[in-house]
């Protein structure tokens, strides 16, 4: 079993910042594929960024240049850095980890941008 844990998400005006973190537990294999999805109201989940076992990240178009992804020294923590954000990042992030061809999740964590 994987667990996930997420914080970090609150209500931000437009320009703010934030940062998530999601922390791993469980059965974990070192240094797996972790990322960031966000979803909302009426729309498709859609991939935020993700960071693999020896470094590489992507993003999803519409945050590259604004969102970092990081993983932690703790090696199954990994963290969005989120800058100059707009109203339509408004979503729920979910934390994913990615081993031996499962997807798990976190519950969520709510990001609101004010415009």
């Known amino acids: 079993q994987v667990q996930l844990v997420e914080s970090g998400g609150g209500l931000v005006q437009t320009g703010g910042s934030l940062r998530l973190s999601c ?18 109201p009426g729309k498709q989940r859609e991939l935020v960024a993700r960071i693999f076992r020896f470094g590489a990240t992507n993003y999803g178009d519409s945050v590259k240049g604004r969102f970092t992804i990081s993983r932690e020294e703790a090696q199954n923590t990994v963290s969005l850095h989120m800058n100059n954000l707009k109203p339509e990042d408004t979503a729920v992030y979910y934390c994913a980890l990615m081993q031996n061809g499962q997807d798990f999740w976190g519950q969520g964590t709510q990001v609101t941008v004010s415009s």
Do not use: L, V
């Not at 974990?28 to 909302?40: D, E, N, T, V």
């Open 23 to 40: 922390a791993a537990s469980g059965s974990i294999f070192s240094r797996p594929a972790m990322g960031w999805y966000r979803q909302a």
